[in-house]
């Protein structure tokens, strides 16, 4: 974990790939608790530490979080992420490049809670939930395709459904169709960049993830 920004209301740091946000069924340390630690530990805290969970991030994928600090912060940014105030950008490493070099994908996505997996239509069906994304191709490498996203909705596994349904899975994600696991367990895709207008401050507010330490990500920060 890397603290990118941080006030009285939000703190937002950069998780690494297998980190999970908030506590789940394998009791492992959620970045949550982590964040905690470190806001008693910097401020020498008396007592429970608040910190509200906004967001998430599925557990394979890097980069930013934000949390809120205090209870007026989190009600305020509950309604921003509702209503598509806070703008996120999502880097992809996929393994086919988009027919077409930019674009925008609309599916209807169905999750399935038993195998822990979103399932895309081009058509609405039953039980379906409307899903929205801008990407552009942003780099090649020799057997690789950079997409930056703009997510317009916030779906379960959205950009990897999404981007697995035109053909163009992300780099280690076996359960949309990569071909074999990337060596640490990740999927080679990184929450970016976040832009937003401060909840409490009104000033405007724009973060970016450092690149995972890994050869393929470096090679397109050059």
């Known amino acids: 974990m890397q603290v990118i920004y941080e006030d009285n209301h939000i703190i937002i740091v950069s998780k690494t790939a297998g980190e999970i946000v ?14 905690k630690q470190y806001i008693k530990e910097a401020y020498a805290k008396p007592g429970d530490v608040f910190l509200g969970v906004v967001h998430r991030l ?22 921003m992420f ?11 490493i ?9 674009g925008t994908l609309i599916h209807w996505l169905v999750r399935n809670e038993k195998q822990n997996k979103s399932y895309a239509y ?6 379906s939930k409307r899903a929205e994304l801008d990407y552009r191709v942003i780099g090649h490498s020799d057997n690789y395709t950079l997409v930056e996203v703009n997510l317009k909705t916030g779906r379960h596994h959205q950009i990897r459904c999404q981007l697995a349904k035109i053909g163009c899975p992300i780099k280690g994600d076996l359960k949309y169709g990569a071909k074999r ?20 401050s009104k000033k405007e507010i724009s973060v970016e993830a450092p690149l995972p330490d890994d050869k393929l990500w470096q090679s397109f920060g050059k």
């Open 122 to 127: 081009d058509h609405e069906v039953p039980r």
């Open 82 to 92: 509702a209503n598509g105030q806070v703008q996120k950008r999502y880097w992809a």
């Open 58 to 79: 599925d557990r394979p994928v890097a980069g930013l979080v934000m949390f809120a600090r205090t209870s007026k912060a989190l009600s305020r940014l509950n309604a």
């Open 22 to 35: 908030q506590g789940d069924k394998t009791g492992d340390k959620p970045l949550s608790d982590t964040v």
């Open 94 to 102: 996929v393994k086919n490049a988009p027919e077409q070099p930019e």
């Open 181 to 200: 696991s990337n060596p640490d367990g990740s999927i080679s895709l990184l929450s970016r960049t976040m832009q937003f207008i401060h909840p409490v």
